[in-house]
């Protein structure tokens, strides 16, 4: 019967997906294929994050990109250490994200700003007569 291997990192050449939020290193449960039947494993990551980052658990596949472990499966994320039931091989990390509702935040804001930007063009341009007076009461050369 095979055994269960794991690496941690993993062999130079084996570096993480190209996504530069890494905040462990991949670790490798060997033989990939492998399935547990009789009961969950439990792996145990440490990670380096801000508190203010959005952490989650993804397993990577062979293309390099990441699939996020379900929350169900995530046991404990706290004091830079993820701990996590695996049901076989593969390849986890930690990633993390700059605090995410920020983000979001400025990103609806943005779209707010350019929807105001295209909505007062569009009404001077209907109305010269507006934007005349807009130009006369901030001072502008009529």
Not at 33 to 58: G, I, N, P, R
Request: net charge neutral; glycine share 8%.
């Amino acid at each position: 019967s095979s055994g269960i291997n794991a690496e941690w990192p993993l062999r130079p050449g084996e570096a993480d997906a190209e996504t530069g939020s890494s905040a462990s290193m991949i670790v490798a449960i060997y033989p990939q294929e492998m399935q547990l039947t009789l009961s969950t494993a439990h792996l145990k990551v440490k990670y380096s994050a801000d508190a203010a980052d959005t952490t989650f658990v993804a397993m990577v596949t062979s293309k390099g990109t990441y699939a996020s472990l379900p929350d169900s499966r995530v046991e404990s994320m706290e004091s830079g250490q993820a701990q996590f039931q695996i049901s076989g091989g593969g390849k986890y990390q930690v990633l993390k994200y700059p605090y995410v509702p920020v983000i979001i935040a400025f990103c609806i804001l943005a779209v707010v700003l350019v929807a105001l930007v295209i909505g007062l063009a569009i009404f001077f341009h209907k109305n010269p007569s507006a934007w005349y007076r807009v130009k006369r009461t901030f001072g502008g050369d009529v």
